[in-house]
């Protein structure tokens, strides 16, 4: 065997032995390609029919979408889903000299084939062969694009098996399917297509999403060196990523590069400046991906994908690959303010849980969802937490029920003004404690044995509410009422309750969701409207159209309204009742007051004082706030209208300030005026 100087064999010698072994492969293919040319006319006229058989929806389809991306109201970012990282551009959006560098390695004649090339099929395999690595694609960029369009969009392991097989069959159709492809669209959006479609590595799925994957800027703006770059990484990503090693990545751009200048589209100096210069790389972030890596808002993001899965329909496939546009009810600078708010007040990770959750009066929009926890599932972080604690019933809201008896005292026909005498302690002539008397005591020494419904609720009298739902005779009246309001966590053991006619609902032991708290109160601010809590305003398909149901009916949003669950009389008396209880010197929940609006309060502390509670809203916003240890019974410290009434007053102060103030209606059923207000 003739040898070179260095007594290795001629590396010319090498690629004729290595063609002539492929040859067989080769010939297989160009064989089956010929077929219909070759035969009679009949055989012909029936394979050239196949050969131009309808293409599978996967290639007539456009792009593979792009990651969905969840909006807050102001447009501005939550976070995304995907299973591949993939920004789709359009072709004006990508820099020429990537699409030139990208033929010029992969395909140097995809302008003049029409789909197949034979001839390049077979010099890619002599420059292989003779280099003893991959130096350009044996596959056009046609062929290369069914295969990963297939590939991408298999969703069984047959399919995804039947893509990638070493077969003359699978190569038999992907040649049919490239030619028909051809025939069917341009080559610009063939190219723009591809550039689209395929993998760039460090989990960049196409040309977009690689710009910035490793030079941290936008495909349109891809200089000579990038673009270069990113052609070569398309047949071996993970091996020649810059990032990884970044010399074989320079040896694999110096050779895109030499194609370029072997086919008159850079010139000497620059293939000489480039050549000796290193990989320069910048990569940016990958975008963030599920709500476990949202940017604002973790936990409305939880309750967003909840809402979309569970009540709307939409499957986690269609989050994932369907390219959705989600715009959310979320106030961003409300989340912002809360987020702030609650961690002023209560420490990340502490074992004491702050929760702020904020929903509109009259819509059921949810604004924001905060905590003094990041979203997220590592078990060993105490900072992060999976149980969606904004949602879900774990400890009582104590006094903030007293707000469902005095609403069903009301509805009985007691006034305001209705005043009872309950001395400290107070023992019930309805309610039993098992088979003890039900006995209950003030919290303090200053609240007075007399007082009317309206001061009551201010001072948020124990002995008053027990006494008060003495004179209803059962809780089922305050019961139903929360039921209605939209208290949604109480639905599961309000049967319960009433037949067991606890005494103690007044004081809030049952288990509330921070959610439903907010919920319930919010329909009182919109003078008795209910409105389901619902995180989306609507949902757009890839194309920007309203996503609809598999049966072709509007997906919608889930909100639901249904006006006068309670009779707007009654709704804004008791409003401006919670209204007194930021004003009065002895309100409870002064520490929420904000100059110039109109707040209306209510605080709650459970027994023992696991956990305290607040709400308060004005006619534009309700939210609550809740702090306990949810894995634990701990005094928590304080009452509800001391952090509580805090994390509510610097959550809406920067919000409320910049708004012109808006009034509640004046109460349906005169208020008595209240001793020592002014």
């Keep these: 065997m003739a040898r070179s100087r260095s007594g290795s064999p001629d590396p010319r010698r090498r690629a004729v032995v290595g063609l002539l072994l492929a040859l067989p492969a080769t010939g297989a293919l160009v064989a089956a390609l010929l077929v219909p040319w070759v035969v009679g006319p009949g055989l012909a006229a029936s394979s050239s029919a196949s050969l131009l058989a309808p293409l599978p929806v996967e290639l007539t389809d456009a792009t593979k979408p792009g990651n969905t991306v969840v909006l807050a109201a102001d447009g501005s970012v939550i976070t995304y889903f995907y299973r591949d990282n993939r920004t789709p551009v359009t072709a004006d959006r990508i820099a020429d000299v990537m699409e030139q560098a990208l033929v010029d390695i992969e395909d140097e004649r995809f302008y003049e084939h029409n789909g197949l090339d034979v001839q390049g099929t077979a010099r890619a395999l002599v420059r292989n062969v003779s280099s003893g690595g991959v130096q350009e694609g044996g596959s056009t960029i046609t062929q290369q694009l069914v295969k990963q369009t297939l590939l991408q969009t298999a969703v069984t392991a047959e399919e995804r098996a039947a893509a990638t097989e070493q077969t003359v069959g699978r190569k038999l159709r992907e040649a049919r399917l490239a030619l028909a492809l051809e025939e069917t669209y341009a080559k610009e959006e063939i190219l723009t297509r591809y550039l689209n479609t395929v993998y760039f590595g460090e989990g960049a799925y196409g040309v977009q999403a690689a710009a910035q994957a490793y030079f941290g800027v936008d495909a349109a703006d891809l200089d000579l060196p990038q673009a270069a770059m990113l052609a070569g990484l398309v047949q071996t990503p993970a091996a020649d990523s810059p990032l990884v090693d970044p010399d074989r990545a320079r040896e694999r751009r110096n ?51 909840q809402h979309l899965v569970g009540t709307l329909g939409v499957t986690q496939e269609q989050l994932e690959t369907g390219g959705l546009t989600i715009r959310t009810t979320m106030r961003a600078d409300l989340q912002r303010s809360a987020d702030a708010a609650v961690l002023a007040t209560q420490p990340m990770g502490d074992p004491v849980a702050a929760m702020f959750t904020a929903v509109e009066p009259g819509t059921g929009a949810v604004l924001a969802m905060s905590a003094n926890r990041v979203f997220g599932y590592d078990v060993d972080d105490p900072a992060q937490e999976s149980l969606n604690l904004n949602v879900a019933a774990s400890k009582g809201s104590g006094s903030t029920y007293k707000v469902f008896v005095a609403t069903a005292a009301l509805e009985r026909g007691l006034p305001p003004t209705h005043t009872l005498t309950a001395p400290e302690p107070y023992t019930s002539r309805v309610y039993r404690n098992g088979l003890e008397p039900y006995t209950v005591g003030n919290v303090g020494d200053s609240i007075p044995a007399r007082l009317s419904m309206h001061e009551a609720l201010v001072r948020s009298s124990n002995t008053y ?134 707040v209306a309060t209510k605080t709650g502390t459970a027994q023992d004082r696991a956990s305290v509670s607040f709400v308060g ?28 009434g805090q994390i509510w007053h610097d959550a809406f102060l920067p919000i409320l300030s910049a708004e012109e103030p808006v009034p509640f209606p004046p109460p349906g059923i005169p208020l008595p005026p209240l001793p020592g207000a002014g």
């Design 255 to 305: 050779v895109v590069l030499g194609r370029m200048h072997a086919r008159g589209h850079i010139t000497d100096a620059q293939l000489a400046e480039i050549s000796a210069q290193p990989v320069q790389t910048a990569p940016a972030p990958a975008p963030p991906n599920g709500c476990a890596g949202a940017v604002i808002g973790g936990f409305f993001c939880d309750f967003l994908q």
């Design 465 to 598: 509410f027990v006494a008060l739902e003495d004179e209803l005779g059962s809780v089922e009246g305050p019961v139903r009422v929360a039921q209605r309001l939209g208290l949604t966590s109480l639905d599961s053991v309000a049967d319960q309750v009433v037949a067991e006619n606890r005494g103690s609902f007044t004081l809030g032991p049952e288990a509330t969701s921070p959610l439903a708290l907010a919920s319930a109160y919010s329909t009182l601010a919109a003078n008795g409207t209910r409105c389901t809590p619902v995180p989306v305003v609507e949902v757009l398909d890839r194309d920007g159209r309203p996503l609809t149901r598999a049966d072709g009916s509007p997906l919608g949003t889930g909100a639901s309204c249904t006006p006068e669950v309670v009779s707007p009389q009654i709704a804004t008396t008791v409003n401006q009742m919670l209204v007194s209880g930021s004003t009065a010197p002895y309100g409870t929940g002064r520490r929420a007051a904000i100059p110039g609006h109109q």
């Design 617 to 644: 809203s004005t006619p534009r916003y309700t939210a609550s706030v809740m702090l306990f240890n949810p894995t634990a019974n701990e005094d928590v410290g304080g009452y509800g209208g001391s952090r509580g």
